[in-house]
């Protein structure tokens, strides 16, 4: 599984030479142009297209087969709303739902924003206790280390929808095509991949920065101590509250963890799932990114801006993903906080002449 493709791209995109960064006299407006004034093109888009590759090859997934893809996905978030509602006032209320968006958004932003825009992708520059707190709120979603995640989605990248990509959702074997293809491609994607018996990719090569000894390394090597801050948090919030309130100190603290700790973890890691699989699948392309990703507008929401996946495999090194004005992107938004608060600068968006270029 580790041999290279004849035509694949064989070493992560971890940054692009034609790139430009934001002027601090609304960047958004600069941006917003260039798309404006993109028009579609015949012309690959040089490197960040990828190698040649026949991208009409699983169009043979048909919208039905989409469907159900797409049913298993938005299923069990319609479960988590029917429970709050029948479990209203006797196990969750208002208190409950904050602890659960408000953690969830945190810790989904230390994926999106850390994980994978900033240390995946170098997409921005921040100082060194910036990158320790994204470190620490990344690592509270429970989805392990920044060098292990750095490593499999540099790997992704560098083999998109390919043999060696570790979570494609597309199958090489003509016997895997039709629904059950699509259903077994879809799990592999979204969490068969990391239950199966399988070689982890080489950290010294996909990830050297996070081998040395530095503040991310030391957040690495404590994992367990961030994740069981995330559970108890929401727990202590919620004891707290409960027992000041109407004095339910340990009722209230239990459904605490539950919502902020538990739910939030099953909703964080499901949506960054969906992201190597629903967005791999189900969605449109406006850019030509030599592989299978889509622009999935519900994950775009929630995913914090992960969802517009066909961007950002068109422009992996871009800070932002929602590529036009309608296109919502939370991580989008905290990156320009961020660089209008002098803390984070070099932040990368794709240049004029490349949105036009890439266009499908
Ligand atoms: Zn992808
Ligand atoms: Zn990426």
């Known amino acids: 599984m580790l041999s290279h493709p004849p035509h694949g791209r064989t070493h992560p995109t971890i940054s692009e030479p034609h790139m430009t960064t934001l002027p601090s006299d609304r960047p958004h407006d600069r941006v917003a142009h260039a798309l404006a004034a993109s028009e579609v093109t015949t012309e690959p888009a ?7 590759f026949d991208t009409e090859a699983h169009e043979h997934v048909s919208n039905t087969e989409r469907l159900i893809t797409l049913t298993f996905v938005v299923v069990p978030f319609i479960g988590v709303v ?3 509602v029948s479990l209203w006032g006797v196990g969750v209320s208002w ?3 904050a602890l659960l968006a408000g953690m969830y958004l945190i810790t989904a932003l230390g994926i999106s924003v850390g994980y994978h825009r900033l240390f995946s992708h170098k997409a921005f520059k921040t100082h060194a206790f910036m990158r320790v707190f994204f470190a620490i709120i990344g690592a509270m979603a429970a989805e392990g280390t920044v060098r292990r995640f750095v490593a499999n989605h540099r790997r992704h990248h560098g083999h998109s929808d390919r043999e060696g990509d570790p979570h494609s959702p597309h199958h ?8 059950w293809g699509t259903i077994k491609g879809f799990f592999h994607a979204h969490v068969g991949w990391f239950l199966k018996k399988r070689e982890h990719p080489d950290e010294a090569k996909y990830a050297p920065e996070f081998v ?3 503040g991310v390394r030391f957040v690495d090597k404590t994992n367990a101590v961030w994740v069981t801050l995330g559970l108890a ?3 202590a919030i919620g004891s707290v509250w409960g027992g000041l309130t109407d004095g339910t100190w340990v009722t209230s603290g239990v459904l605490g963890l539950l919502w902020g700790g538990i739910v939030r973890i099953f909703v964080v890691h499901h949506v960054t799932w969906s992201i190597n699989s629903v967005c791999h699948l189900w969605g449109t392309r406006p850019f030509k990114s030599g ?4 622009n999935n507008a519900i994950f775009g929401v929630l995913g914090v801006g992960e969802g517009w996946h066909n961007n950002h495999h068109a422009f992996p090194y871009s800070s932002r993903h929602g590529l036009r004005w309608w296109e919502f992107d939370a991580g989008w938004v905290v990156i320009r906080t961020l660089k209008a608060l002098r803390l984070a600068w070099d932040v990368r968006v794709p240049a004029k002449e490349r949105l036009e270029k890439a266009r499908g």
């Not at 090489?172 to 629904?179: F, I, K, L, Q, R």
Request: hydrophobic residues 25%; aromatic residues 0%; without cysteine.
């Open 46 to 52: 040089a490197e960040e297209s990828g190698p040649d």
């Open 82 to 84: 029917v429970a709050v």
């Open 95 to 97: 208190l409950h739902l």
């Open 172 to 179: 090489h074997d003509d016997d895997e095509h039709g629904v």
């Open 212 to 214: 040395k000894p530095s």
């Open 233 to 235: 948090i929401p727990t």
């Open 291 to 294: 592989d299978h990703s889509r």
